[in-house]
């Protein structure tokens, strides 16, 4: 008996069934994968921030005792975090990444400005010098300078596209 081929209409129906089920599909890993994106995103930020808080009171105790501040900042090993120290005037001292003789000065910059009036300031902004999405901590001294740790900050971006290969 020769095999006769669906009519039209229900080929075009499968299709059809098909290709809404499939939109369906890719809806629903985007919106996910957004979702898990901005979560993600959200949560490191959030854990560079308290970690860089921690470094940054243990760096300011530290300093506190120390009798040369720059020689100690120099011997610090923190990996992908920058160290700077900013005099009461807002003049840099010391910067681990930037020589200081080509930085202005960081009074105004709103992490140190409020370390300087409540002893501890943060931000979250684009660097000015680096031009990248930095998370800032800093911490004044006793003796009225201030400390400040940074880390860059993961993107949108960058967070999507290490779900992106799982998915």
Request: net charge negative; glycine share 6%.
């Amino acid at each position: 008996m020769p095999r006769t081929k669906p009519p039209k209409s229900q080929r075009s129906l499968s299709q059809r069934v098909f290709w809404t089920v499939f939109a369906v599909a890719l809806a629903t890993i985007a919106v996910f994968s957004l979702a898990g994106t901005i979560y993600l995103q959200s949560y490191l930020a959030e854990s560079t921030r308290e970690a860089l808080a921690d470094e940054a009171t243990v760096t300011a105790a530290a300093l506190n005792d120390a009798t040369d501040d720059t020689a100690l900042l120099a011997k610090l090993g923190l990996d992908d975090t920058r160290i700077t120290l900013v005099a009461a005037d807002g003049s840099v001292l010391y910067d681990s990444v930037e020589d200081v003789s080509r930085l202005t000065n960081h009074s105004q910059r709103p992490e140190i400005s409020q370390a300087m009036n409540e002893g501890k300031g943060s931000s979250e902004r684009a660097s000015s010098t680096l031009g990248e999405a930095m998370i800032y901590e800093a911490v004044r001294l006793n003796d009225g300078t201030v400390v400040r740790l940074s880390k860059e900050q993961a993107g949108l971006l960058s967070v999507f596209g290490t779900l992106v290969g799982p998915m």
